[in-house]
């Protein structure tokens, strides 16, 4: 994957590079100061109908806040996507903001307060489960309220998915309930006064590997087509994760969609419309609904040469996108694409680095990477930024003032 193919996700016009339609110089006059993070409206759209159009029409869509909470973008997305699958109290008053019916919003998660537990209860959420006290609290909460709780049962899975960026079922885990315990928790709470939709499976996240992905999802039906016999009710809730990766650094494939689809189409059509005709099956994606669709965008602040190797220094860094810095959990750091997007016409010209303005040697953008020759003032634009950007990052550190946030 070269620079060039995000710059045509984008467009460039006149050497700019273009954001919603704006060229990236008018945009940040718009927005009144750097860095910022835009969003591109356009592109989201893209990207669901992309998926709309390689999946069954039986999934549904739903959208895992935490890539992305901010309310502009989730506003955005909850009229084009069946669900929101939120983490937190207040990524449920966001969901709960937007024009999605609460009964679409799922509350997933470890370690969800009991004050949580009763506001989802009270709003009328799915809770998705992760263990025994979670479950009796919620049925606590409902019998409080005088309410019938929608319950999901995340399930951690008797099986690993490979390659994923980050695991988060099979083996020990925090998450979810052990597949072999969920028969007797169904047993023991499914009739205590909750309304159990179905379950919920999610192996783990940032899998470029379609065909390891379609495996993970037939297993996933196998598993729960064998615990819905222990559910007084039909499965209604089908959630089978997600975990679609997206290209972050040169030598990542992007995922084949189309391959995962196929196997989605073949699960659609035979086991679940044979054991589970009432479910609706959902596909949950953070990332690859939004990540390719943003950029953060920082103004060259010094130009300096250290011995022989050129710096770019910029106004912002590590605080507002620590994943470009690759401290967000990656084992080797790897450049994200970069480009100066206001001379995006040019690919090359010289190698520079691109340091934030943090007083930490940790604080680095791209490492010694080709870009046209920069100047003090240039607007450097880190890509793929539209995902576990701001929310993942610490803000806090060094103090300085948080970034603007737009979607255009
Ligand atoms: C984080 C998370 C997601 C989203 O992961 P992506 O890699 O951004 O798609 C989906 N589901 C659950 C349960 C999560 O915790």
Known sequence: MKPHEHIAGFGTTDGELQIGGMSLTRLAVRVGSTPFFAYDRGLLDARVDRLRAALPSRVELSFAMKANPMPAVVQHLAARVDR?????????????????????????????????????VAAGIIVEVESTTEFGRVISAGNELGLTPNVAVRVNPDFAVKGSGMRMGGGPQQFGIDAELVPDVLRDYATAGANVLGFHVFAGSQNLNASVIAEAQRRTV????????????????????????????DKDQPLDLDEVAATLH?????????????????????????GECGVYVTR?????VSRGKTFLVVDGGMHHQLAASGNFGQAIRRNYPVVVGNRAALASGERATVVGCLCTPLDLLADD???PPAEIDDLIVIFQAGAYGLTASP?????H????????
Request: charged fraction near 20%.
């Open 266 to 290: 073949e699960l659609v059509d035979g086991p679940i419309a044979r054991r589970m005709p009432e479910a609706s099956p959902v596909i949950e994606l953070g990332r690859y609904l939004v």
């Open 395 to 399: 803000t806090a550190f060094l103090g």
């Open 401 to 408: 003032p948080p970034p603007a946030e737009v979607l255009v």
């Open 84 to 120: 929101i699958d939120v983490a937190s109290g207040l990524e449920m008053q966001t969901a709960l903001d937007t024009t999605m019916p609460a009964g679409k919003v799922s509350f997933a998660g470890p370690g969800k307060s009991p004050a949580e537990i009763r506001q989802a």
């Open 300 to 304: 060259v602040l010094d130009r300096k």
């Open 222 to 249: 196998d598993l729960v087509s064998a615990l819905a016999e222990h559910l007084p009710t039909p499965v209604r809730y089908l959630n089978l994760g997600g975990g679609f990766g997206i290209p972050y650094v």
């Open 369 to 371: 990477v080709e870009l």
